[in-house]
T-cell receptor, first 116, second 115 residues
Framework: AQKVTQAQTEISVVEKEDVTLDCVYE???????LFWYKQPPSGELVFLIR??????QNEISGRYSWNFQKSTSSFNFTITASQVVDSAVYFCALSEAYGANSKLTFGKGITLSVRP | NAGVTQTPKFRVLKTGQSMTLLCAQDMNHEYMYWYRQDPGMGLRLIHY???????AKGEVPDGYNVSRLKKQNFLLGLESAAPSQTSVYFC??????????????FGPGTRLTVT
Protein backbone atom coordinates (compact mmCIF):
# COMPACT_ATOMS: atom_id res chain seq x y z
CA ALA A 1 0.00 0.00 0.00
CA GLN A 2 1.15 3.51 -0.65
CA LYS A 3 1.63 6.06 2.07
CA VAL A 4 2.60 9.71 2.32
CA THR A 5 3.96 11.17 5.54
CA GLN A 6 4.15 14.87 6.23
CA ALA A 7 5.62 14.85 9.70
CA GLN A 8 5.47 18.61 10.18
CA THR A 9 1.91 19.64 10.99
CA GLU A 10 2.37 23.37 11.48
CA ILE A 11 5.21 25.73 10.59
CA SER A 12 5.40 29.42 11.38
CA VAL A 13 8.00 31.72 9.84
CA VAL A 14 8.59 35.41 9.47
CA GLU A 15 8.31 36.93 6.02
CA LYS A 16 11.46 36.59 3.89
CA GLU A 17 12.62 33.48 5.69
CA ASP A 18 13.21 30.32 3.69
CA VAL A 19 11.13 27.32 4.66
CA THR A 20 11.23 23.65 3.67
CA LEU A 21 8.21 21.37 3.81
CA ASP A 22 9.06 17.71 4.11
CA CYS A 23 7.37 14.82 2.36
CA VAL A 24 8.29 11.15 2.73
CA TYR A 25 6.52 8.45 0.78
CA GLU A 26 6.25 4.68 0.69
CA UNK A 27 5.49 2.63 -2.37
CA UNK A 28 6.36 -0.77 -3.79
CA UNK A 29 5.98 0.38 -7.35
CA UNK A 30 8.85 1.48 -9.56
CA UNK A 31 6.64 3.82 -11.57
CA UNK A 32 4.86 6.46 -9.58
CA UNK A 33 4.03 10.14 -9.51
CA LEU A 34 4.43 12.72 -6.81
CA PHE A 35 2.48 15.94 -6.46
CA TRP A 36 2.27 19.04 -4.32
CA TYR A 37 -0.95 20.98 -3.86
CA LYS A 38 -1.59 24.25 -2.05
CA GLN A 39 -4.78 25.04 -0.17
CA PRO A 40 -4.96 28.75 0.74
CA PRO A 41 -7.39 30.04 3.38
CA SER A 42 -10.06 30.44 0.70
CA GLY A 43 -10.23 26.63 0.58
CA GLU A 44 -9.58 25.70 -3.04
CA LEU A 45 -6.85 23.23 -3.95
CA VAL A 46 -4.22 24.50 -6.33
CA PHE A 47 -1.89 22.17 -8.22
CA LEU A 48 1.80 23.12 -7.87
CA ILE A 49 3.90 20.35 -9.37
CA ARG A 50 3.93 16.79 -10.70
CA UNK A 51 7.05 14.65 -10.81
CA UNK A 52 7.43 11.11 -12.11
CA UNK A 53 9.68 8.55 -10.47
CA UNK A 54 12.16 8.49 -13.34
CA UNK A 55 12.96 12.17 -13.15
CA UNK A 56 15.11 13.00 -10.15
CA GLN A 57 16.13 16.42 -11.34
CA ASN A 58 15.34 19.17 -8.93
CA GLU A 59 12.94 21.79 -10.15
CA ILE A 60 12.76 25.50 -9.53
CA SER A 61 9.86 27.77 -10.29
CA GLY A 62 10.38 31.30 -9.07
CA ARG A 63 10.61 31.19 -5.27
CA TYR A 64 9.53 27.53 -5.20
CA SER A 65 11.88 24.59 -5.54
CA TRP A 66 11.47 20.86 -5.13
CA ASN A 67 14.06 18.28 -4.15
CA PHE A 68 13.24 14.70 -5.16
CA GLN A 69 15.48 11.98 -3.70
CA LYS A 70 14.55 8.38 -4.43
CA SER A 71 17.28 7.11 -2.10
CA THR A 72 15.45 8.58 0.88
CA SER A 73 11.92 8.43 -0.63
CA SER A 74 11.50 12.13 -0.15
CA PHE A 75 10.04 14.95 -2.19
CA ASN A 76 10.66 18.14 -0.25
CA PHE A 77 9.36 21.59 -1.11
CA THR A 78 11.26 24.79 -0.35
CA ILE A 79 9.89 28.31 -0.45
CA THR A 80 12.61 30.94 -0.66
CA ALA A 81 12.00 34.41 0.77
CA SER A 82 8.53 33.49 2.01
CA GLN A 83 5.67 35.93 1.71
CA VAL A 84 2.39 36.31 3.60
CA VAL A 85 0.55 35.03 0.51
CA ASP A 86 2.35 31.71 0.95
CA SER A 87 0.30 31.05 4.08
CA ALA A 88 -1.70 27.92 3.29
CA VAL A 89 -1.97 24.22 3.87
CA TYR A 90 0.36 22.26 1.62
CA PHE A 91 -0.34 18.69 0.63
CA CYS A 92 2.04 16.15 -0.81
CA ALA A 93 0.44 13.30 -2.76
CA LEU A 94 1.50 10.03 -4.39
CA SER A 95 0.05 7.84 -7.11
CA GLU A 96 1.46 4.37 -7.70
CA ALA A 97 -0.47 3.23 -10.75
CA TYR A 98 -1.50 4.92 -13.89
CA GLY A 99 -4.38 4.40 -16.27
CA ALA A 100 -7.54 2.91 -14.85
CA ASN A 101 -6.20 2.60 -11.31
CA SER A 102 -4.83 6.10 -11.02
CA LYS A 103 -5.54 7.30 -7.53
CA LEU A 104 -3.88 9.86 -5.33
CA THR A 105 -2.93 9.25 -1.73
CA PHE A 106 -2.54 12.50 0.15
CA GLY A 107 -0.48 13.31 3.19
CA LYS A 108 -2.23 15.03 6.08
CA GLY A 109 -0.94 18.43 5.09
CA ILE A 110 1.35 21.07 6.58
CA THR A 111 -0.10 24.37 7.71
CA LEU A 112 2.33 27.16 6.89
CA SER A 113 1.87 30.55 8.49
CA VAL A 114 4.01 33.41 7.24
CA ARG A 115 3.98 36.42 9.58
CA PRO A 116 4.73 39.92 8.34
CA ASN B 1 -14.28 27.66 -19.14
CA ALA B 2 -15.56 27.14 -15.58
CA GLY B 3 -13.31 24.16 -14.77
CA VAL B 4 -14.80 22.04 -11.98
CA THR B 5 -17.92 23.30 -10.25
CA GLN B 6 -19.76 21.89 -7.25
CA THR B 7 -23.34 22.38 -6.10
CA PRO B 8 -24.23 23.30 -3.38
CA LYS B 9 -21.44 25.19 -1.60
CA PHE B 10 -22.93 24.72 1.87
CA ARG B 11 -25.57 22.44 3.31
CA VAL B 12 -26.89 21.52 6.72
CA LEU B 13 -28.69 18.19 7.06
CA LYS B 14 -30.41 16.44 9.90
CA THR B 15 -29.40 12.88 10.74
CA GLY B 16 -31.19 10.47 8.44
CA GLN B 17 -31.86 12.94 5.65
CA SER B 18 -30.59 12.32 2.16
CA MET B 19 -28.94 14.60 -0.37
CA THR B 20 -26.99 14.63 -3.61
CA LEU B 21 -23.88 16.66 -4.34
CA LEU B 22 -23.34 17.56 -7.96
CA CYS B 23 -19.98 17.93 -9.63
CA ALA B 24 -19.61 19.21 -13.17
CA GLN B 25 -16.53 19.70 -15.33
CA ASP B 26 -16.20 21.29 -18.74
CA MET B 27 -12.69 20.08 -19.58
CA ASN B 28 -13.75 16.81 -21.21
CA HIS B 29 -11.87 14.84 -18.55
CA GLU B 30 -12.36 11.09 -18.40
CA TYR B 31 -11.56 10.67 -14.72
CA MET B 32 -13.55 12.14 -11.85
CA TYR B 33 -13.17 11.77 -8.10
CA TRP B 34 -14.90 12.54 -4.83
CA TYR B 35 -12.86 13.26 -1.70
CA ARG B 36 -13.66 14.28 1.82
CA GLN B 37 -11.41 16.51 3.90
CA ASP B 38 -11.45 16.34 7.66
CA PRO B 39 -9.19 18.23 10.09
CA GLY B 40 -5.82 16.53 10.45
CA MET B 41 -6.76 13.77 7.98
CA GLY B 42 -5.83 15.24 4.62
CA LEU B 43 -8.01 14.26 1.68
CA ARG B 44 -9.45 10.79 1.49
CA LEU B 45 -10.91 9.28 -1.66
CA ILE B 46 -14.55 8.24 -1.42
CA HIS B 47 -15.37 7.05 -4.94
CA TYR B 48 -14.00 7.65 -8.39
CA UNK B 49 -14.89 7.11 -12.03
CA UNK B 50 -12.66 6.36 -14.99
CA UNK B 51 -15.34 7.06 -17.57
CA UNK B 52 -19.03 7.58 -18.25
CA UNK B 53 -21.08 4.80 -16.74
CA UNK B 54 -18.27 3.44 -14.54
CA UNK B 55 -17.60 3.96 -10.84
CA ALA B 56 -15.32 2.40 -8.24
CA LYS B 57 -14.80 2.55 -4.50
CA GLY B 58 -12.04 4.53 -2.92
CA GLU B 59 -10.66 4.51 0.59
CA VAL B 60 -13.80 5.52 2.51
CA PRO B 61 -16.88 4.56 0.44
CA ASP B 62 -19.28 3.46 3.19
CA GLY B 63 -22.44 5.53 3.44
CA TYR B 64 -22.02 7.06 -0.02
CA ASN B 65 -23.14 6.21 -3.52
CA VAL B 66 -22.14 7.75 -6.84
CA SER B 67 -23.28 7.87 -10.42
CA ARG B 68 -21.66 9.00 -13.67
CA LEU B 69 -24.46 9.02 -16.23
CA LYS B 70 -22.85 11.78 -18.27
CA LYS B 71 -19.16 12.32 -18.84
CA GLN B 72 -19.22 15.83 -17.47
CA ASN B 73 -21.14 15.06 -14.27
CA PHE B 74 -20.33 13.02 -11.18
CA LEU B 75 -22.94 12.79 -8.43
CA LEU B 76 -22.30 11.88 -4.81
CA GLY B 77 -25.27 10.68 -2.79
CA LEU B 78 -25.82 10.34 0.92
CA GLU B 79 -28.86 8.11 1.50
CA SER B 80 -29.08 8.52 5.26
CA ALA B 81 -26.76 11.21 6.56
CA ALA B 82 -24.86 10.69 9.81
CA PRO B 83 -22.93 13.21 11.94
CA SER B 84 -19.72 11.38 10.95
CA GLN B 85 -20.30 12.59 7.41
CA THR B 86 -19.85 16.21 8.47
CA SER B 87 -16.94 17.25 6.28
CA VAL B 88 -15.79 19.30 3.33
CA TYR B 89 -16.31 17.42 0.09
CA PHE B 90 -14.15 18.02 -2.96
CA CYS B 91 -14.70 16.85 -6.47
CA UNK B 92 -11.81 16.57 -8.91
CA UNK B 93 -11.22 15.58 -12.49
CA UNK B 94 -8.23 14.73 -14.65
CA UNK B 95 -7.17 13.67 -18.10
CA UNK B 96 -6.51 10.04 -18.73
CA UNK B 97 -3.36 9.04 -20.48
CA UNK B 98 -1.70 5.78 -21.28
CA UNK B 99 1.31 5.44 -19.06
CA UNK B 100 0.84 8.76 -17.37
CA UNK B 101 -1.08 10.38 -14.58
CA UNK B 102 -2.11 13.95 -14.99
CA UNK B 103 -2.79 16.39 -12.24
CA UNK B 104 -6.27 16.57 -10.81
CA UNK B 105 -8.27 19.77 -11.00
CA PHE B 106 -10.38 20.41 -7.94
CA GLY B 107 -13.72 22.07 -7.43
CA PRO B 108 -14.24 24.71 -4.72
CA GLY B 109 -15.65 22.24 -2.20
CA THR B 110 -18.98 21.69 -0.43
CA ARG B 111 -19.17 22.18 3.31
CA LEU B 112 -21.67 19.72 4.76
CA THR B 113 -22.82 19.67 8.35
CA VAL B 114 -24.98 16.86 9.68
CA THR B 115 -26.70 17.60 12.99
Amino acid sequence: AQKVTQAQTEISVVEKEDVTLDCVYETRDTTYYLFWYKQPPSGELVFLIRRNSFDEQNEISGRYSWNFQKSTSSFNFTITASQVVDSAVYFCALSEAYGANSKLTFGKGITLSVRP
Amino acid sequence: NAGVTQTPKFRVLKTGQSMTLLCAQDMNHEYMYWYRQDPGMGLRLIHYSVGEGTTAKGEVPDGYNVSRLKKQNFLLGLESAAPSQTSVYFCASSYSGAGSLYEQYFGPGTRLTVT
